[in-house]
C-alpha cells in the first residue's frame, strides 16, 4: 500500500506561492458554507489585481436567476475589460433570493449520499485487494 501514496520532499508549508498580477474575478453566495466570502482575502494577497464578489442569499450553489441579474452582466464587463477596475456592483442589490424547494434539496442530499457511499466503498474494496496494506510503516 505504502507505494501507491504520493510523497513529496517538501513539507507542507515549504511551497512557495507566486504572485500574480493576471485580473481575477471570483464569485461566490454570501452564505456560503463550504467556500466562505472570507476565505478570499488570503488570496487576494496573491492575487493584487482581484475582485471578490459574494452574491447576496446565495449559498455554494448560485442559482440562475441571480447569475442573470448580477453575476453574468460583470463577467461580461470584466471580459471587456480585461479588469477588475470599474465593475458597478449596483446589481447586488437586485440578486433575487433563490425559491426555497424542500423535494429539491431532499433529491439533491439523496443523491450526494448515494455518490459518496458509493465512492467509499470503491475506494474501502480497492484498498482491501492491496496486499500487505496492514504492514504499511
Excluded at 450553489?61 to 480585461?82: E, G, H, K, Y
Aim: with cysteine.
Amino acid at each position: 500500500m505504502c507505494p501507491l501514496i504520493p510523497t513529496s520532499a517538501a513539507t507542507v508549508g515549504d511551497e512557495q506561492l507566486t504572485l500574480s498580477t493576471v485580473p481575477v474575478l471570483a464569485f461566490n453566495g454570501a452564505a456560503d458554507p463550504i467556500e466562505q466570502p472570507r476565505n478570499w482575502a488570503g488570496a487576494q494577497k496573491f492575487f493584487p489585481n482581484s475582485r471578490a464578489i459574494a452574491l447576496p442569499g446565495q449559498g455554494h450553489d448560485v442559482n440562475s436567476a441571480s447569475w442573470a441579474a448580477c453575476a453574468r452582466p460583470l463577467t461580461q464587463t470584466f471580459i471587456d475589460q480585461a479588469s477588475v477596475a470599474h465593475l458597478d456592483t449596483s446589481c447586488l442589490a437586485s440578486v433575487p433570493a433563490p425559491a426555497f424547494n424542500l423535494t429539491t434539496y431532499a433529491s439533491y442530499d439523496t443523491r450526494v449520499r448515494h455518490g459518496f457511499m458509493t465512492g467509499l466503498a470503491g475506494l474501502v474494496r480497492r484498498l482491501s485487494e492491496v496486499p500487505d496494506a496492514a504492514n504499511c510503516q
